[in-house]
T-cell receptor, first 114, second 113 residues
Framework: DGGITQSPKYLFRKEGQNVTLSCEQN?????MYWYRQDPGQGLRLIYYSQIVNDFQKGDIAEGYSVSREKKESFPLTVTSAQKNPTAFYLCASGYRGRVTDTQYFGPGTRLTVL | KNQVEQSPQSLIILEGKNCTLQCNYTVSPFSNLRWYKQDTGRGPVSLTI?????NTKSNGRYTATLDADTKQSSLHITASQLSDSASYICVVSDGGATNKLIFGTGTLLAVQP
């Protein structure tokens, strides 16, 4: 898991509620990423950020929002507009512009909508 | 469509035995191919990364091969241990400025005593 932390590890949410997942890294990485993992599917990119105060939509951004106010932090908000939010969420970080560099993943947050 | 396909979907082997996992990709352009190990309920951890010009790369008991002509890769695990039980994910980068990764669905390996 390196120097990336995610909290909480488990999260339960009622339908209609927004919830924010935390991701912090102390690796001095410029780029940070949010992925969603569902059973039987590969990881899918939700949002990514290559620099503070800038972020881009990934392949499945609908129903999610992010902010990047600090280099170390990249929180993800799952809004009530996300139709099927129950999943395992992974945050990752890496060096911007160095495509051969590894992306380091956090331990993940499992979100369950009740 | 950029895709990464892995086989088998799952595999059971006895402790001490070797095994080989397969990955086929149709990603273009191609920059590099990575293998990750993901323990249940944890984040993936990088095992190897190979660029276009590399044919093989080792990390302890893990050896990855890459054939860029046929767009195939394999991960060979030697003398398996119980701790090797995990999902192994093949990931291909399209080489863009954003380092976009295309993930396979993984091979779930169970090593039994």
């Amino acid at each position: 898991d390196g120097g990336i932390t995610q909290s909480p590890k488990y999260l339960f949410r009622k339908e209609g509620q927004n919830v924010t997942l935390s991701c912090e890294q102390n690796l001095n990485h410029d780029a940070m990423y949010w992925y969603r993992q569902d059973p039987g599917q590969g990881l899918r990119l939700i949002y990514y950020s290559q620099i503070v105060n800038d972020f881009q939509k990934g392949d499945i951004a609908e129903g999610y929002s992010v902010s990047r106010e600090k280099k170390e932090s990249f929180p993800l908000t799952v809004t009530s507009a996300q139709k099927n939010p129950t999943a395992f969420y992974l945050c990752a970080s890496g060096y911007r512009g160095r495509v051969t560099d590894t992306q380091y993943f956090g331990p993940g947050t499992r979100l369950t909508v009740l | 469509k950029n895709q990464v396909e892995q086989s088998p979907q799952s595999l059971i082997i006895l402790e001490g035995k070797n095994c080989t996992l397969q990955c086929n990709y149709t990603v273009s352009p191609f920059s590099n191919l990575r293998w990750y190990k993901q323990d249940t309920g944890r984040g993936p951890v990088s095992l190897t990364i190979m660029t276009f010009s590399e044919n093989t790369k080792s990390n302890g008991r893990y050896t990855a091969t890459l054939d860029a002509d046929t767009k195939q890769s394999s991960l060979h695990i030697t003398a398996s241990q119980l701790s090797d039980s995990a999902s192994y994910i093949c990931v291909v980068s399209d080489g863009g400025a954003t380092n976009k990764l295309i993930f396979g669905t993984g091979t779930l390996l169970a090593v039994q005593p």
